[in-house]
């Protein structure tokens, strides 16, 4: 089991989670496929009635059938054995992380606070969200655990310290407000604060197709360590 993919499971929790032949299943209403997939982290006794149960948890529940592989899944074959039951690939996505040694720079005032506000919630779901009435949902997800939530203007992010690592999750800037700095302001001062609670390390995920937030996260340091991507089969 990689680390990566236990941080990801705890700092984005979902609001049901069944263990099935030593596989996580998670259900979070449809929110996001990290929260409505399965973490295959154990090595199934039996992986057709596995992947069989796995299905029918989430086709009663009408979703499709999502699984969350890295190169750490359980068995190592799953991947093959997904795309050959029809599964598709689905956000092939980068894990990048950062040394938390020194702060970085910060020259505008950056809220962090606690909980996220009304303003940041506006934020954050006009650029990540699909559905208005899933927003319940989503904010159930992000409140799980304890988080720092960072606003500046119209960009927002969110940091889970978990030990030795700080997650960096939801950065988000409206469309309007690109290319003037604010993510970058908002990242590093989410690094900072983690750095001020004991974090040594800083972890995100960014999904491959996403070249201009790589650039970002590039150039604060981090670097590629992971990746995963989700397998997907529809409801027949």
């Known amino acids: 089991m990689t680390v990566f993919d236990r941080l990801v499971d705890q700092a984005w929790p979902a609001a049901h989670v069944e263990d099935a032949h030593g596989w996580r299943l998670r259900y979070a209403h449809g929110v996001t496929k990290r929260a409505n997939s399965v973490w295959p982290a154990a090595e199934p006794p039996d992986l057709p009635a596995a992947v069989e149960a796995a299905e029918r948890f989430y086709f009663d529940r009408d979703l499709p059938a999502v699984f969350s592989v890295s190169p750490w899944s359980r068995?190592?074959?799953?991947?093959?054995?997904?795309?050959?039951r029809g599964y598709a690939v689905a956000d092939p996505t980068l894990v990048m992380t950062a040394d938390l040694a020194a702060d970085r720079p910060v020259t505008r005032d950056v809220a962090v606070a606690g909980a996220p506000s009304g303003t940041w919630l506006d934020t954050w779901w006009s650029v990540d969200g699909r559905h208005p009435d899933a927003l319940p949902a989503a904010t159930g997800i992000i409140t799980g655990?304890?988080?720092?939530?960072?606003?500046?203007?119209?960009?927002?992010?969110?940091?889970?310290?978990?030990?030795?690592?700080?997650?960096?999750?939801?950065?988000?800037?409206?469309?309007h407000a690109r290319r003037q700095g604010l993510a970058?302001?908002?990242?590093?001062?989410?690094?900072?604060?983690?750095?001020?609670?004991?974090?040594?390390?800083?972890?995100?995920?960014?999904?491959?197709?996403?070249?201009?937030?790589?650039?970002?996260?590039?150039?604060?340091?981090?670097?590629?360590?992971?990746?995963?991507?989700?397998r997907v089969r529809a409801r027949a």
């Open 75 to 84: 068995p190592s074959g799953l991947d093959d054995m997904l795309q050959r």
């Open 145 to 175: 655990v304890p988080a720092a939530y960072a606003t500046l203007g119209d960009s927002v992010g969110r940091a889970v310290l978990q030990g030795d690592w700080l997650g960096v999750y939801c950065m988000a800037t409206a469309p």
């Open 184 to 230: 970058r302001e908002v990242l590093h001062a989410l690094l900072n604060h983690g750095r001020a609670q004991g974090a040594r390390r800083a972890y995100l995920c960014v999904t491959e197709r996403n070249a201009a937030a790589q650039a970002l996260y590039t150039r604060a340091g981090f670097v590629p360590r992971s990746r995963y991507h989700y």
